[in-house]
Every structure is written in C-alpha cells, then in structure tokens.
C-alpha cells in the first residue's frame, strides 16, 4: 500500500511543476476583469432560448459529434462541417489539441504576454515550449518569431489575434509569412474576431497547416455555457477528435450556441456596440491626467496610472469596481486590465479612477 508521503510520487514531474488556474473572488457590482459581453444575450436569443428549454431531453445523452452545431457553424463559417470541432470552451480544445500535435522532444512556440493556457497545455503534453517576448510597444514581434520557428521548427505555433492582454492584431502578411515558414501548424486564437476589422478565414483556404480557434464567451455573450470550436483542415479534424472527450458539450450548451448562431446579426451588431463604447471610453480616459491607455482592438484594454498597480487595484475594488492586475508579468509593468462593460459600468469605473486621482493630487485634463 502506498504511503500518504509518497502520494506525489506518483504525479507526472511536469504536472507538479505547474501552476493551477486561480482567480480570486470578488462580489462587486461593476465585474470588468474577465473580458465578458456585459451586455449578456440580446432579448431575441434569450427569448428563443428560454421556449427551447421547455422541451429539451435533459435526461438523454447529446448526439456523439455534435453534428447539428457543426453544421450551423458550417453554415456560418463557410467551412466544411467535416473540419470542424466543438468543445467546451476553446481551453478544452487547446487541451484537446496539445495532446494530439505535442509530446516530449517536439516543441511549441507561442507569443508573451498572451492567453497562458498556449504554454501550460504544451507543457502538460511534455513538449518543449518556446516564448517569444512581444515588442516594447506590445506588438508582435515578427522577426522574432521568425526566427525561433526557423532555427526550432516548432510542431504548434500559437497566435492570438487580436492578442488578450495587449488588445494588438498581428496583421495578415506577418500571419501569412508565419504560415509559410513554419514546418508545424498554426493555432490562431481569434477569441476576439468579432471586434476587430479583419479575421484570417479566408487563409483557411490556402493554408493547410492553419487552424481557427474561436469561443461564444465574448461577443456572443455564452461565457457561462462554456462553448468554443475550431476550424481545420478535414484530415487534421479528424486525428484531433480521436483525443476528445466524447461528450465535450453538454444539451444546454449545444442549444444555446445554436440559437446565438441563429441570431448571429443580432449579436454582431451589439459587438459593434462595444467597439464604440470602448473608443468613447478611451478617448475619455486619455483626457484623464496621470493615466496611460493602450489602444485595443478587442472589447477590453490595458491601462496604468502614476499610483502603480497594487494601489489603483486596491482603490478601484474598494469603490466596487473589479479590474485585472497584470503587473507581475515582467512585460506588462504596473499595468492593468479592464474590459468594456455598459455604459453605466464604464462611468462608474472612470469616475471611481477619476476620483481616487483626485485625491492624490491629479485631475482631468481641462478642469
């Protein structure tokens, strides 16, 4: 029988190496660290949704495959259903996706600051993982990338575009010279598409080794319903799966990105509300004295003041106002981050920064 001391023995080296996901808990009326639609579902899905719930088989099993959400994403995409997998948010098909490109001796490459799950799922396969610092204005660094792809070879190149937490796209010739130079794949995260200006679907085409990651957590408003897909050569679509889990969507989350997709207009045209509201913000808070903005092109940006993190953080929370505190992150020094909310949400957080700069000696700019 083995000992309660040698328990960790038996733990993969690599996994007691990681660090588990945390998020501390705040109960706070104005949530604005995790990049979520503040907006929620648009009255038409919501109604939908509700009347479909009524009648739906709870007590059966979903369909093996997900055929009929494969086949609206299809119908929306312009992509063959045969190159498409759902999972349960796009951090299970990340996982999905490590375990079957990545094992010991093969190596990824990903981007940092960026999304961490890229790094801690190549690493949890054993695989040798890679990180190209970003530039000092938060931009890709493509020569860099370049590089370590030329002189590694990497199985997985990630990409997140536009990137979480710097809000910067890389842009479509540096994307196509990646995807030309590279022997592996690559992971394009576009969690965030539906609030930049382009997307790079239509590479999907020439590209072979290109494969689309996307979720309904953002702009489509399903964070709580767990819900991403990627879009892949059918060869390839056709390995991955044989790595899933074979139920990886529950009946309600299949339901509800299904209605979404009905409503697609419907909710791009509330991102496009975000998109406006997160230029009217930020054009306020760059009349703010002692505060520094960073230009996004997703619903969310980085931002510090002259107080640093820590007393900003702290500042914000204590007037019910939850931000995320990047500063430990060697690249992203006293910064922090906040998504895009509701009107009503957005002025309180900019009058919450206004007010504790005020009383620190710093006003807006004008007054």
Request: hydrophobic content about 40%.
């Amino acid at each position: 029988m083995t000992d309660r001391k040698d328990l960790l023995s038996l733990v993969r080296p690599v996994v007691r190496e990681l660090v588990a996901y945390h998020l501390d808990r705040h109960d706070v009326p104005v949530k604005l660290d995790q990049n979520e639609n503040a907006y929620g579902l648009p009255e038409p899905v919501r109604a939908e949704l509700e009347q479909k719930l009524r009648h739906l088989p709870l007590h059966r099993y979903p369909t093996p495959g997900q055929p009929e959400l494969r086949e609206a994403l299809s119908e929306a995409t312009g992509w063959p259903k045969e190159g498409i997998l759902v999972g349960n948010g796009s951090d299970e098909l990340l996982h999905t996706l490590a375990h079957t490109l990545l094992e010991p001796g093969r190596t990824a490459v990903a981007p940092t600051p960026s999304f961490f799950v890229y790094a801690y799922t190549a690493r949890l396969a054993g695989a040798r993982v890679l990180e190209v610092p970003m530039t000092a204005e938060l931009r890709y660094d493509v020569p860099a990338l370049l590089s370590a792809i030329e002189t590694h070879s990497p199985h997985v190149t990630y990409i997140c575009s536009p990137n979480n937490p710097t809000g910067i796209a890389i842009g479509r010739d540096a994307l196509e010279e990646i995807l030309r130079t590279t022997p592996g794949v690559v992971a394009l995260d576009e969690a965030y598409w539906e609030f930049a200006d382009w997307t790079a679907r239509e590479l999907l085409d020439d590209h072979p080794n290109l494969i689309l990651m996307r979720t309904f957590s953002k702009a489509l408003a399903l964070a709580g319903a767990r819900v991403g897909y990627l879009l892949a050569a059918p060869e390839l679509t056709r390995e991955v799966i044989k790595v899933q889990q074979p139920y990886p969507l529950n009946r309600f989350s299949i339901e509800a990105a299904s209605v979404v997709l009905r409503h697609r207009d419907v909710a791009r045209e509330q991102a496009r509300r975000i998109v406006a509201e997160r230029d009217r913000l930020l054009g306020e808070l760059r009349r703010v004295d002692g505060v520094e903005v960073f230009a996004s092109r997703t619903n969310f940006f980085l931002f510090r003041t002259r107080l640093g993190a820590k007393r900003t953080f702290d500042a914000l929370l204590a007037k019910g106002v939850l931000v995320r505190d990047l500063s430990a992150h060697p690249l992203l020094p006293e910064m922090l981050r906040v998504a895009v909310g509701t009107r009503e949400e957005n002025e309180r957080f900019a009058d919450a920064l206004v007010e504790m700069l005020k009383s620190n000696g710093t006003s807006r700019r004008g007054e």
